[in-house]
Structure formats: C-alpha cells, structure tokens
C-alpha cells in the first residue's frame, strides 16, 4: 500500500492564519468568519479584490508559514501509518515563489513547516524529503502520482479527483472537513475527519 496525499489544504489548516494576516492587513472586516474560503469570496467581491487575495496568499503561505497548523487527527494519522510501515508520499501543486510580494521560496518553507512538526524525524513521523513533491502545476501533480504508483490519495480538492488524467486504479479519498464538495462521483470516498481516514485505513489493512 503506497498513500499519496496532498498537502495545502489536506494535511494543512490555514483558515484561522488567513484571517490573522487579513485583519492585520486590514482588508477584511475583523468578524468575517474565519475560513479561507469566507476570505477569498469577501475579497473576490471587492474592486480589485484579487490583488489583496494574491498577496495574502503570499504571506501566509511564505513568510507566516511557520503559524500554521495540521488538521486534528494528522498527528494520529501518521503514527498510525508508521506503526503499520505505510509507504507515504505527499504530492502537491505549489508554486515556489508567490505571484506578488516578497521573494520568498514557498516550497522550502513547506519543507521548514514539515521539519518542525516532526514529519522528518526518526522520533517523529520518519517520512523522507525525498517521499515529498511539490509540482508547477496540476497536470505535473497527477504525473507524479501516477509515476509514484500510489494505491490510495487522499486530496480536499474533488476537481483534482475528478479529472479525466488522473491516474486510474488509485482509490480516492476526499477530505472534505466543511461538507462542501457537492457531487463528486460513485469511486470518490469522502471524509470529513482525519480520524475517518484512519479508522479506513485500519479497516483495509487489518
């Protein structure tokens, strides 16, 4: 069993750093709810709302990348994976630097996220650098899962798992935590909860 999982938005929650830098910035009324999909919609309504957007997501995923947190349940899911020897890979769309504001490697601070919540370390969760992808774009994204052999990916996206190129045979697991994904499609399992991911993936594998 080799599981492919995304990581902006899967393994990541950036909804209460959104709203940090947001209100910091002040570009948002301070009692919009604090999501990243409440953000984006407000700014998107705005005159020229895209540009705050584009700099914000620079911000947070750059320079306050640090801030951020897992989902509850991540922690467990991983030990659990390790505790079962599982083969994991995270593959994801990122870009390395952001499309405006500071120069920042977007990548390597993902990578400096991971370190310090112990995904690289032999007392932590054991992944190797070399088990985490971070691709240009989409179509690059499902090359690599295919090119990874990956039996299971786990991904918040349903427009990732439904599209026409990605790899078949995988087993698609959606995490949807805000219950917002609609129709998906018959081989689409959706999750609201990292902990219904693992009693899954305890239930395949026992």
Not at 11 to 19: A, K
Not at 41 to 65: C, I, K, S
Request: proline residues 7%; aromatic residues 12%; hydrophobic residues 40%.
């Amino acid at each position: 069993m080799h599981i492919g999982i995304d990581f902006d938005n899967t393994l990541v929650n950036y909804d209460v750093l959104f709203h940090r830098c947001a209100c910091e910035r002040h570009v948002i009324p301070p009692d919009l709810p604090p999501t990243k999909a409440a953000i984006r919609a407000w700014l998107w309504r705005q005159p020229d709302g895209n540009t705050p957007w584009t700099e914000l997501q620079g911000e947070v995923y750059g320079r306050r990348m640090a801030e951020a947190v897992w989902f509850p349940g991540v922690d467990g899911f991983f030990t659990f994976c390790r505790s079962r020897r599982l083969r994991i890979s995270i593959i994801s769309h990122k870009l390395e630097y952001p499309a405006l504001g500071p120069r920042i490697n977007l990548r390597d601070a993902a990578l400096a996220w991971m370190e310090a919540h112990g995904f690289f370390r032999s007392d932590g969760f054991n992944l190797s650098r070399d088990d985490v992808y971070f691709e240009g774009s989409r179509e690059q994204k499902l090359a690599r899962i295919a090119e990874r052999q990956c039996t299971h990916f786990v991904e918040d996206l349903p427009e990732v798992l439904l599209d026409p190129a990605f790899p078949p045979g995988i087993i698609k697991l959606l995490f949807d935590p805000v219950g917002v994904a609609g129709k998906t499609g018959p081989d689409i399992q959706v999750f609201w909860a990292w902990a219904g991911i693992q009693r899954y993936m305890e239930a395949v594998t026992s």
